[in-house]
């Protein structure tokens, strides 16, 4: 079964409003969680790296005060997608990686979030 | 930089096999991953190559050279659920996966 439970699986908000993005990791404690961004038919693109109890990493170019992320618990990592417009609009997706035996192998992935903003 | 290179889009009958290619350079090398990632959802795990030489796992085989930063995902007995992109994951020294845009994998009856 899913070991990274992420939701809403869909949303769709007006321009203008934040949106908020959870993601769990169900089976471990992830001290990292990443979230990603992906438009269609392109890669995945690194937003920010998530740390439990410290200051998300954001990759260059992706505001911070924009995607707001929040790692306050070893299993809840969320990101608040703020003022939310239409070029906002994407699919969201957080992952972890490992399990206990092995921390750095795989990278399990949530569900995905389809952002529309109108 | 970090850079991985991937067919666009390859086209294979239902039935047959596939081979798609990866090259890749990254900054150090913690291994690579394949993905399957179908339209509109998360990707799933395919495989994982930390050594040299073919993985095999049903009908999905991948294959890894490190000194020639290639790797390759092998499918066998397509069907048209294998339809799908499939993305080539190198992971770099500090343990982070390094994303292509993927292959897109047409499978015609």
């Known amino acids: 079964g899913a070991v990274v439970s992420q939701h809403p699986s869909w949303v769709i908000c007006k321009s203008g409003t934040s949106v908020k993005i959870e993601c769990r990791s169900l089976d471990f404690q992830a001290t990292t969680m990443f979230w990603y961004r992906q438009f269609p038919k392109q890669s995945l693109m690194l937003m920010a790296t998530s740390n439990e109890g410290s200051k998300a990493t954001y990759e260059q170019g992706v505001e911070k005060d924009k995607f707001l992320i929040n790692h306050a618990s070893l299993t809840l990592s969320t990101l608040t997608v703020t003022s939310a417009h239409p070029e906002d609009s994407s699919f969201y997706i957080c992952?972890?990686?490992?399990?206990?035996?092995?921390?750095?192998?795989?990278?399990?992935f949530g569900q995905g979030t389809r952002l529309t903003v109108v | 930089g970090q850079n991985i290179d991937q067919p666009t889009e390859m086209t294979a009958t239902e039935g047959a096999i596939v081979q798609i290619n990866c090259t890749y350079q990254t900054s150090g090398f913690n291994g690579l991953f394949w993905y399957q990632q179908h339209a509109g959802e998360a990707p799933t795990f395919l495989s994982y190559?930390?050594l040299d030489g073919l993985e095999e796992k049903g009908r999905f085989s991948s294959f890894l050279s490190r000194s020639k930063g290639y790797s390759y995902l092998l499918l066998k007995e397509l069907q048209m659920k294998d339809s799908a992109s499939y993305l080539c994951?190198?992971?770099?020294?500090?343990?982070?996966?390094?994303w292509g845009a993927g292959t897109k994998l047409i499978i015609k009856p």
């Open positions: 992952s972890r990686l490992g399990t206990l035996d092995s921390p750095n192998t795989e990278a399990f």
């Open positions: 994951a190198p992971m770099d020294s500090n343990y982070q996966l390094i």
């Open positions: 190559n930390v």
